[in-house]
């Protein structure tokens, strides 16, 4: 069992745990994910490593409720634990000095360029962090990334807070600025954002690596379900990724092969809120 | 008895679940010999002074004199002796291919049916479970700690062989749960998960200690467990690597998996009870599954019992070249599974939102044999058709795990990347040993388990150095 040590809701649906895990604290790099269990007869599903101090033994989850696992999961307190948590999982960001970063995170994708952030910057890197949501609360580590990053941009879709728009708008702004080249962009978040980020950077030819997240379930390279066409080839993203050449993704497939499983995770969550909220009447059905 | 009476015995049959039954259901096929009938089945042993049985068995089980156990409704003794060789009797006893191991030597087989050995290790070693507490006594201990890479049938051999030598053992399990192949892969309708379940527990009780979550390669390098851990030896036994995919068009749409996924949803996730249980399984009302060997009958016969009608697997040889154990065969026939032998997929097609709608296959015939002596397929032109399905599930091998090779780059590995190893199933790292699929590439349970025997009392010989 994965004591929890901290959890608090960081914007609206998104839950940051801090999890007793020395095992995996002790060698997690940036880049890396774990795969983990909630309960006993749960569903295994990956997680980006936010964080991690291998002093105190802890990893750092950020999770977004998206379905019954993670609505499980964000409902756990300080002082409950989680069933199962393998890992560290996949290979490390490649980190090196590539002069200046653009990080762009959308939504919780903001969490997995925040630890790239930290080790970009030990490397000796400049490091600009764009970051997306939807309005001003779902702006995620804003201020953890600005005591790393030398600057950090938030964007909303809305216009609540920071720049108004996508963050490829954004991006765009920055690869113009002649005078500041970029010379490495990496990305993670929803699937359209990272498909519009490698438009946006392939053109120019900006070296971007993409973190990509499909569905997995055992995440040692045993089962498959992960693959993902990386330059006309078959990549497991759990053993061979998650991140690879943005520019060579087939972001399409994957956008496609994330909803194989839409209809049954919306009878899952259904099923779990049952039990978790007795009387609880589901909106989805309502509105069928 | 005399030899004569002995083969006027006919062999017992196996009692099973009827297949109209079972194939809507997943439990367990073969309901075990009655006590009578495990008695009248023991006679039939010849009793061979030089026993050609015991050489066909992996793990040596010493079969006459286990038969004759049985024959004198000595099961305490007959327990005893397959102890002795076999750590998991239960599971070898339900899913050993003995037809071409034990039973293959038989003398009996030549003039009629051989004796039904796996049947009797099946019904003693399920006795024993249920009727007679441990005979475990812990010897001294050693003061030697081994750690086992993978909590699959050659690991958990290896580390009960090395705990009834004395020595400390901890195993470093993947997954949430020990057992590897027997819990991911084989399904429960050929091997009960609480039979898993009891083997493994004796072992707890025999002091050996199960570490679940811990993906070595990644949680812990082979260095780490040596330098760092303090393990004086480490046997890598991290088992099938992953899926090969035959490259065709349409590998990516929805409703194609490995064999390794659909299994590992339906067995280990137990998407079969979803919603019960979170983790779901694409349901489909035909379902076609390309391979031949057991693992390929284990998806055919899953997708038939999740209501697959028809359930068809494909095969680009003949039925006499399939790889799978007779009786799978036999039961998946029963199962009314359907079977296109001589096929094989060229193209997935689907549908325009990116679901399977069909396989494209074409027709083959057999050639010349090829290097692995069976005959070869060859194509007939201008002979596709297509199969209609919704799930298409691909069994056709794995090739080797990278998670421990990749962070361990002074192992050496064969081309494929299998690692190698001495005679002494050492690897090119003093003090670590390998065994199992990660050696041999993908084979049986049993031939796992026998390299985790043999590797025991190497990693005991170089503990005693």
Not at chain 2, 429 to 449: C, E, H, Q, S, Y
Request: net charge negative.
């Amino acid at each position: 069992m994965f004591v929890i040590r901290e959890a608090e809701w960081l914007a609206p649906q998104v839950r940051w745990l801090v999890v007793d895990a020395p095992r995996i604290a002790a060698r997690h790099r940036p880049g890396h994910f774990v795969i983990l269990r909630v309960v006993e007869d749960g569903e295994r599903i990956p997680l980006t490593v936010a964080r991690s101090d291998s002093q105190e033994g802890t990893i750092t989850l950020v999770v977004q409720v998206v379905g019954a696992t993670t609505d499980r999961l964000c409902r756990l307190e300080a002082g409950e634990a989680i069933a199962n948590i393998a890992g560290p999982l996949g290979r490390p960001t490649q980190i090196e000095n590539f002069g200046h970063v653009v990080l762009v995170g959308g939504g919780v994708g903001t969490a997995v360029i925040y630890p790239q952030a930290l080790g970009l910057k030990a490397c000796g890197n400049r490091i600009t962090a764009v970051i997306g949501g939807r309005s001003k609360p779902y702006v995620i580590l804003e201020e953890e990334l600005g005591r790393t990053c030398d600057a950090v941009l938030p964007c909303t879709d809305d216009g609540s807070h920071g720049y108004h728009g996508f963050v490829t708008g954004k991006l765009q702004e920055l690869i113009a600025d002649t005078a500041n080249p970029v010379h490495a962009v990496l990305t993670a978040g929803p699937v359209p954002m990272m498909r519009a980020v490698a438009n946006v950077t392939r053109g120019p030819g900006i070296h971007t690596i993409a973190s990509l997240n499909p569905i997995m379930v055992d995440g040692t390279g045993m089962c498959g379900g992960c693959r993902v066409q990386v330059g006309g080839k078959m990549m497991f993203a759990c053993v061979h990724g998650p991140e690879f050449d943005a520019h060579q993704v087939n972001f399409d497939e994957l956008s496609d092969r994330l909803t194989a499983y839409r209809d049954q995770e919306k009878v899952a969550w259904d099923h779990f809120r049952e039990q978790a909220d007795p009387g609880h009447i589901c909106k989805l059905a309502v509105l069928q | 008895m005399n030899t004569a009476d002995r083969m006027k015995i006919p062999r017992q049959a196996m009692p099973e679940q009827e297949p109209q039954e079972r194939s809507h259901n997943f439990q367990e096929v073969n309901l075990g010999l009655a006590t009578e009938a495990a008695r009248l089945e023991a006679e039939r042993c010849l009793r061979c002074r030089n026993a050609k049985c015991v050489t066909g068995c992996p793990v040596g089980v010493n079969i006459p004199h286990f038969m004759e156990a049985v024959a004198e409704g000595d099961l305490n003794r007959a327990a005893d002796i397959l102890f002795e060789s076999n750590v998991l009797p239960g599971i070898t006893g339900r899913v050993c291919p003995q037809e071409i191991q034990c039973e293959a030597q038989c003398i009996r087989g030549k003039k009629s049916t051989s004796a039904a050995v796996g049947y009797l290790e099946r019904f003693v070693a399920d006795w024993a479970r249920e009727n007679r507490p441990d005979q475990l006594v812990p010897p001294p201990s050693t003061g030697k700690r081994v750690a086992v890479v993978g909590g699959g049938p050659a690991g958990l051999t290896c580390a009960g062989e090395l705990a009834k030598k004395g020595h400390q053992v901890t195993v470093f399990e993947a997954m949430h749960k020990p057992g590897g192949v027997l819990v991911y892969g084989i399904p429960e309708f050929r091997l009960p998960k609480a039979i898993v379940d009891a083997e493994v527990d004796k072992l707890r009780r025999m002091g050996v200690r199960i570490v679940c979550d811990v993906v070595v390669g990644q949680t812990y390098t082979i260095r780490d467990l040596l330098d760092e851990e303090g393990f004086h030896a480490v046997f890598i036994a991290n088992g099938a690597g992953l899926p090969i995919f035959q490259g065709i068009p349409g590998e990516q749409l929805k409703g194609v998996y490995s064999a390794n996924e659909y299994l590992t949803r339906v067995n280990l996730m137990g998407a079969f009870r979803f919603p019960a249980n979170d983790t779901p399984v694409i349901r489909a009302p035909q379902i076609a599954v390309v391979g031949g060997g057991n693992v390929a009958m284990d998806a055919v016969r899953t997708a038939r019992r999740l209501g697959a009608d028809p359930a068809t697997l494909i095969y680009r040889r003949s039925r006499e070249e399939m790889p799978a154990r007779a009786e799978e065969v036999k039961h998946a026939e029963q199962e009314g599974v359907v079977f296109d032998m001589l096929c094989s997929p060229v193209e997935i097609l689907g549908t325009e939102d990116g679901w399977v709608r069909a396989v494209r296959c074409q027709r083959m015939e057999l050639g010349e044999p090829d290097a692995s002596g069976r005959r070869s397929p060859v194509p007939i032109a201008g002979s596709e058709f297509e199969i209609p399905c919704q799930v298409f599930i691909e069994a056709i091998g794995t090739r080797a795990n990278p998670l421990i090779t990749q962070t361990t780059p002074e192992l050496k590995t064969n081309k494929w990347g299998y690692i190698e190893i001495d005679a002494n199933n050492m690897t090119s790292i003093p003090g670590v040993f390998a065994g199992g699929d990660i050696v041999r590439g993908a084979a049986t349970v049993i031939l796992a388990m026998g390299d985790g025997k043999r590797t025991a009392a190497a990693i005991n010989t170089y503990l005693a150095k």
